[in-house]
C-alpha cells in the first residue's frame, strides 16, 4: 500500500512505541521506501529460504536467520521528495581509549597467522562504542537516507532481538525468476572528487582474491565482469559483478549458503578465516557482516551484506568496522581504513 511520506515515518514511530517488529529500506539509486511491519511480536526464523518476507540473517552462519513474513505483515510504500531533518544527538563520546592499539595489535596477529597457516585473507573488525544522551530513530534513518543515496539503507528492529541501521553498499545477492548477480567487493580508499584513481597492489590482490573463490565456489557458468571503481558514500571500492542461473538442484538455498560469508567480510579459506576470527576478534559480531533483505518478494529476492551499520543499544550505540587483511597489509594503514569507515555512520549522528 502506498501511502504519504511523514505517514511512513509516523508507522515507524508506532512500531517502536508498541515494541513491534519492522523494518524499513530503500534500494540504492531509487527514491522509494518501503516497510514491512510485522503484527506479532512472534520471532520467525528461517533455514531454507523458501518463505516470502524480510530476511536479517547473522554473521555465523550456524545461526539462522530472522524473518518478518509478508503473510504475517503490512507492506507499505513511500515516495521519497523534500525530508525535514531535524537535530539528531547531543552530545557523542567515542570509546577512543587503546581502541587504536587493540586493532593494530588484532591485525598483526592476523598477518602473522596468513603467513604460518596458508590463509590468504582474514577479514578482521573491531566495535566501536558511542555513549548517547539522546537518539532519535526517525531522524537517524531520514539522514541516512539523505546521505547514501547509492547504499541500501535500512532501520530494522524486533524486540527480541534488537535495534539495527545502516547503509550498506555491498550486495550479497539479486535474483530475479531464475537469473541471479552478485558482487566481489574489496578494496577501499577515500572518495577525492572522482573515480579514477590508482589502486594499490594490495586491494587489487584483496579484490582478485574474492572474485576467483565466489567464481570457483559457485562451479559453474557465470558471467563476470571487468572490474571498476564505485562510490559508496565518502569512499571507494573494486567490484566486479558475477552472474548466472538458479535450477532446480542449483537452488537459492545452495547459492546462498555457497555465498556466505563472502571472502569480503570473512576472508578465504572461508573455514580457516572463520575459525580464525571467531577465536580472536573478541567480541560477537551478531548481524554485522551478515546479510538482509527481500526474500522471495514479487519473484525476486534481493539481499545485501550489513556492512556500515550500527545497532542502537540502551544507553550506547555500537558501530562495526572492519577491513580485509592480506599478507602485505600494514596494520597503521588498516586501522586508519577503519576510522575511515566509522564516518559513514558518525556523518549522520552529528
Same mark, same amino acid.
Do not use: C
Given at each position: 500500500m502506498k501511502i504519504e511520506t511523514?505517514?511512513?515515518?509516523?508507522?515507524?514511530?508506532?512500531?517502536?512505541?508498541?515494541?513491534?517488529?519492522?523494518?524499513?529500506?530503500?534500494?540504492?539509486?531509487?527514491?522509494?521506501?518501503?516497510?514491512i511491519f510485522q503484527k506479532s511480536t512472534d520471532l520467525y526464523r528461517t533455514k531454507n529460504y523458501v518463505e516470502s518476507g524480510f530476511l536479517f540473517a547473522p554473521f555465523d552462519d550456524v545461526n539462522s536467520a530472522v524473518l518478518f513474513p509478508l503473510a504475517e505483515s503490512a507492506m507499505y510504500t513511500?515516495?521519497?521528495?523534500?525530508?525535514d531533518v531535524k537535530n539528531t544527538c547531543e552530545q557523542l563520546e567515542l570509546e577512543a581509549i587503546n581502541a587504536e592499539r587493540r586493532h593494530i595489535d588484532l591485525v598483526q596477529k592476523g598477518i602473522d597467522f596468513?603467513?604460518?597457516?596458508? %590463509?590468504?585473507?582474514? %577479514?578482521?573488525?573491531?566495535?566501536?562504542?558511542?555513549?548517547?544522551?539522546?537518539? $532519535?530513530? %526517525?531522524?537517524?534513518?531520514?539522514?541516512?537516507?539523505? $546521505?547514501?543515496?547509492?547504499?541500501?539503507?535500512?532501520?530494522?528492529?524486533?524486540?527480541? %532481538?534488537?535495534?539495527?541501521?545502516?547503509?550498506?553498499?555491498?550486495?550479497?545477492?539479486?535474483?530475479?525468476? $531464475?537469473l541471479f548477480k552478485t558482487m566481489a567487493l574489496a578494496g577501499t580508499q577515500s572518495y577525492q572528487g572522482s573515480l579514477d584513481v590508482v589502486w594499490q597492489q594490495k586491494e587489487i590482490q584483496e579484490q582478485q582474491f574474492v572474485t576467483d573463490y565466489i567464481v570457483e565456489k559457485l562451479d559453474k557458468d557465470v558471467t563476470v565482469s571487468d572490474v571498476k571503481t564505485i562510490k559508496a558514500g565518502s569512499l571507494l571500492h573494486l567490484c566486479t559483478t558475477i552472474s548466472g542461473k538458479l535450477s532446480r538442484e542449483f537452488t537459492l538455498f545452495k547459492l546462498i549458503n555457497l555465498l556466505h560469508p563472502t571472502p569480503a567480510v570473512c576472508g578465504l579459506p572461508k573455514d580457516e578465516a572463520k575459525r580464525f576470527i571467531l577465536e580472536n576478534e573478541g567480541y560477537d559480531r551478531e548481524f554485522y557482516t551478515g546479510f538482509f533483505g527481500e526474500l522471495n518478494i514479487d519473484n525476486s529476492s534481493n539481499l545485501f551484506v550489513n556492512l556500515r551499520c550500527m545497532q542502537v543499544l540502551s544507553k550506547q550505540l555500537a558501530l562495526y568496522i572492519g577491513g580485509g587483511i592480506t599478507s602485505g597489509s600494514i596494520p597503521q594503514k588498516e586501522w586508519e581504513e577503519t576510522v575511515a569507515k566509522s564516518k559513514?555512520?558518525?556523518?549522520v549522528l552529528s
Open positions: 511523514n505517514s511512513f515515518f509516523d508507522k515507524i514511530t508506532e512500531a517502536l512505541n508498541a515494541e513491534l517488529p519492522f523494518v524499513a529500506y530503500r534500494h540504492p539509486e531509487t527514491n522509494t521506501v518501503k516497510g513511500t515516495i521519497l521528495f523534500d525530508i596468513l603467513k604460518t597457516a596458508g %590463509v590468504e585473507k582474514v %577479514v578482521l573488525s573491531r566495535k566501536e562504542i558511542i555513549d548517547r544522551s539522546s537518539f $532519535n530513530v %526517525v531522524e537517524i534513518f531520514k539522514k541516512l537516507l539523505l $546521505n547514501y543515496t547509492n547504499a541500501m539503507v535500512y532501520v530494522w528492529f524486533h524486540p527480541k %532481538v534488537g535495534l539495527w541501521m545502516g547503509a550498506s553498499p555491498e550486495t550479497l545477492l539479486k535474483v530475479q525468476d $531464475n559513514v555512520i558518525l556523518k
